[in-house]
């Protein structure tokens, strides 16, 4: 059985990262009603495990570590009227009659307002009746339903990982994506292996080569499949020509070798063919980050677009190279809601 | 060796705790008397089990009078009773068998005549409209499909963990890092000596998969060994559901294996089975050759299945038992692989030896029928009075009705608290399987689903690897993904 709606907020922000902390501070300075939502235990996202700097260069013309500046957003969050759930996932999101616009008539755009007259805008009591949009949250409160007008979908991305890219070989311990690496040594503090292989030679997996390296890692070579490093020369400077970083070029990694930990990885030269192996005791993987828009599932119009109520910010609706084009964008977002 | 350890005694000692090893547990303590599992490993289901499709077969693959055609009958009938005692899901969703021509088309018909003679209920061989109709994704070439309508899946860990879980609650005693190096037979049963220990069991269920016949060579000369042949899996991301709604298998037309596709119970699509030689002492790995074969099966059987969604893939291993004998020192294969289950009993050791499909749905005959073997053995005891076939099952949020879900929250706020997110499992669940006897990572993903979905671990790791070690007051660092050596940090 479903439970019912126990609490109403004007704007749900979902997800305490960059994005939609700058939305949700946005929007309440605007004088809207905003819950904002967090998964994690704390507020900040994936800035509280970027330790290096190169942070609000645009936004505060001060180089900051993306903890720090996370923080800034953090403490306004905190001295705002915002409502904050940490430790709170959302675990779906709906609309009631959203799927039975014939069964009523007075659903949007249903050209019928004289004949109806509870279409939008016309009385809430109808509205609410028949378009209540809301989301279902998990938490230390318990389960619980919230109605809102406006939802903020501010989850971020999630990172491509070995899975998707189908190769073949055992599945040992020490593979990890670039994410998880940072978070386990940025804010864990925790040693991921000695020698690392990183595969992808694009700005995530050049600045964690940095932070290896620093840490006393050996990189032992950076695999990337394009004749030439991806990313910002800011960091292709900064990160691989600084640290001296060996980028294997035109080469994929085909194969996984190891049971138990990981021993080494087979590369394959995409030019001459030649398979060769690489000995290394950790393999870690930035190929690529993937929009995370799995709340949007189901509520895609037939036409793939979304309800006029639903917007996205930050990296789940694409992915920025700057934090500071995130801040702004989502902040232009919030005051417009 | 082991001179030093004094010797423990018990009645039945299984050696092995994958699904059959747990099953033969669950039989024995049914009994009165005392059971002991040795399994090498930290954890049950490491072996075989772990990788596996969860088909439930309805027994129309097997010849009329084989042993396996008897149980696995039996098993689909009683299936939906066994998953209800153990709380585990188990999806009857049904199979079609496809074929693209005369030659498939024949093996449809054998298969029926099989399943008639078996007593197999619903079988219908369906013309191609029919089957478009039922699965408009499949390739319009099809010709003709052999309908099952009793075919089910489930998932194959949390079958032989649900046996575990009751046979350890009926008393039975599980050893775990207990490798068996030496077996003996003495005055009124048998010697098991592990590195650390030393047990005296009246009888001996062997279960050790693909050591069976190893463990039996401690004893008796080579009869019957295992030549392990490996399959490679795709697994497709949740995102598909609903893509197929039955298990589909496919006969191919030309020599060589068919695709299989199964809606498993999570609503990921596994894509399966290739079939190739693995050097022998292999743990498994995928093939590179393997993966390509199966798009290529794709292309033709499911021409719009989307292998961009794949999520992770796996290989298995298949144990296949062959008569084996003496030729210049070596043992090699007398015949062509035994298509029967293989069960030696041999004065008090019964060994189960290269149980291949449909071995999973089986293990609770397999097992009942080691337990009667074995209480031949211990003069027929009486049955345990305490014993309940009714496991406990761990609470799964996802899928479970809001007012529940709430309940459960309310109880327990861990229960709130969601730390995979692709597989929607709370903190409490993963705690609860850490009770239970999760050590690993992977002990935890196969209990509770955590890391299994499409971010693969990523954005749960962290969490899951605090949770175990809180739970076993370990270093984290010490926190293994699957087993010895599989360290997931360095100190």
């Known amino acids: 059985m479903k439970i019912p709606v126990t609490e109403k907020t004007e704007i749900l922000v979902i997800g305490g990262g960059a994005a939609g902390m700058a939305a949700a501070l946005a929007a309440c300075r605007n004088g809207k009603q905003v819950l904002l939502v967090e998964h994690d235990g704390e507020l900040g996202g994936i800035l509280r495990q970027c330790v290096h700097r190169g942070f609000g260069l645009a936004a505060f013309r001060e180089d900051l570590t993306g903890r720090e500046y996370a923080a800034r957003f953090v403490s306004a969050v905190r001295g705002s009227d915002i409502t904050v759930r940490t430790g709170t996932t959302v675990l779906s999101l709906e609309e009631e009659g959203s799927g039975d616009e014939d069964a009523f008539p007075c659903a949007e755009g249903s050209g019928d307002e004289d004949a109806f007259p509870c279409a939008e805008g016309s009385g809430d009591g109808c509205i609410s009746r028949f378009t209540e949009r809301s989301a279902l949250l998990s938490g230390p409160e318990g389960l619980y339903r919230v109605s809102f007008d406006q939802c903020v979908l501010a989850t971020g991305c999630r990172e491509r990982n070995l899975g998707s890219l189908g190769l073949a070989g055992t599945r040992p311990a020490g593979i990890f994506t670039a994410g998880t690496a940072q ?27 940095r932070q290896f390296t620093l840490a006393g890692l050996e990189v032992v070579a950076m695999i990337e499949k394009m004749d030439h490093p991806g990313g910002l020369a800011r960091n292709r400077k900064e990160c691989l020509e600084a640290f001296r970083i060996p980028v294997i070029l035109r080469t994929v990694v085909d194969g996984i070798l190891g049971e138990g930990r990981i021993t080494g990885v087979m590369a394959r030269d995409l030019q001459t063919g030649r398979r060769y192996e690489i000995a290394c005791d950790t393999l870690v993987t930035a190929v690529g980050l993937i929009p ?15 309800p006029s109520w639903l917007h996205l910010c930050g990296n789940c609706e694409s992915v920025h190279d700057l934090v500071d084009s995130v801040s702004r964008e989502a902040e232009a977002l919030g005051r417009r809601l | 060796m082991s001179g030093s350890f004094s010797v423990q005694y018990t009645d039945a000692a299984v050696v092995g705790a994958g699904v059959l090893g747990c099953f033969a547990a669950r039989a024995l303590a049914a009994l009165d008397i005392r059971v002991t599992v040795l399994e090498q490993r930290e954890d049950v289901c490491t072996g075989i089990t772990r990788a596996n499709t969860g088909i439930i077969y309805t027994g129309c693959d097997n010849r009329p009078g084989s042993l396996k055609a008897r149980m696995c009958v039996e098993a689909s009938r009683s299936f939906d009773g066994l998953c209800r005692d153990l709380g585990v899901r188990f999806d009857r ?34 013309g191609r409209d029919e089957v478009l109709a039922m699965e408009p994704r499949i390739s319009s070439e099809v010709t003709a499909a052999l309908y099952a309508p009793g075919t089910g899946t489930i998932d194959p860990w949390e079958l032989g963990i649900a046996a575990y879980e009751n046979a350890k609650a009926n008393g039975v005693d599980f050893r775990f890092g207990q490798r068996l190096v030496r ?40 009869a019957v060994r295992i030549f392990p042949t490996a399959a490679d899996y795709i697994v497709l991301d949740d995102t598909l559901r609903g893509f197929v709604k039955h298990v589909i298998f496919h006969e191919p037309e030309e020599k060589g294996k068919g695709l299989t596709l199964v809606p498993t119970v999570d609503g990921t699509l596994l894509v399966g089975a290739t079939e190739r030689e693995v050097p022998a002492g292999s743990r498994g790995g995928t093939d590179r050759e393997g993966l390509q074969a199966l798009s290529g099966l794709c292309a033709k059987v499911v021409p719009g299945l989307p292998l961009s969604e794949q999520i992770r893939n796996f290989s298995a291993l298949r144990p296949n038992p062959y008569h084996v004998v003496e030729k210049g020192g070596v043992w090699v294969p007398a015949d062509r692989s035994v298509n029967d289950f293989t069960i030696l009993s041999e004065e008090g050791l019964i060994s189960l030896i290269g149980i291949k499909t449909p071995g999973l749905g089986c293990a609770e005959q397999l097992g009942r029928h080691c337990a009667a073997l074995a209480a031949g053995f211990l003069g027929n005891p009486g049955p345990n009075p305490r014993f309940d076939p009714m496991r406990r099952a761990p609470v799964r949020l996802h899928g479970m009705p809001e007012d529940a879900r709430a309940g459960v929250i309310s109880r327990d706020p861990d229960y709130g608290r969601i730390v995979c997110l692709c597989g929607d499992v709370s903190l409490g669940e993963i705690k609860d399987a850490v ?19 499409r971010c693969q671990s990523a954005r749960c790791m ?30």
């Open chain 2, 183 to 222: 077996m003996e037979r003495e005055a009124g049963g048998f010697l098991l000596e592990t590195d650390e220990e030393r047990i005296h069991a009246r009888t001996v269920i062997n279960c050790a998969g693909l050591s069976s016949d190893a463990v039996r060579e401690m004893l008796e000369i080579p």
């Open chain 1, 292 to 306: 995370d828009r799995t709340l949007c599932r189901g509520l895609e119009r037939a036409d793939g677009v979304l």
């Open chain 2, 435 to 453: 009770r239970r006897g999760a050590v690993t990572l992977d002990g935890v993903k196969r209990r509770t689903g955590a890391g299994m979905g």
């Open chain 2, 93 to 126: 969703c049904g199979s079609l068998m496809l074929a693209f021509g005369p030659r498939a088309e024949n093996v449809l018909r054998k298969k029926m005549g099989f399943g008639r003679a078996n007593g197999v209920e619903g079988l219908r061989i369906l």
């Open chain 1, 183 to 209: 978070q386990l040594m940025g804010r864990g503090g925790l040693c991921i292996g000695r020698r690392i292989v990183i595969l992808g030679c694009g700005d995530f997996g050049m600045i964690m080569a």
């Open chain 2, 462 to 491: 962290k969490a899951v690897m605090e949770t175990l070690a809180e739970g076993q007051r370990i270093p984290v660092e010490d926190v293994m993904k699957d087993g010895a050596g599989s360290y997931v940090l360095e100190k």
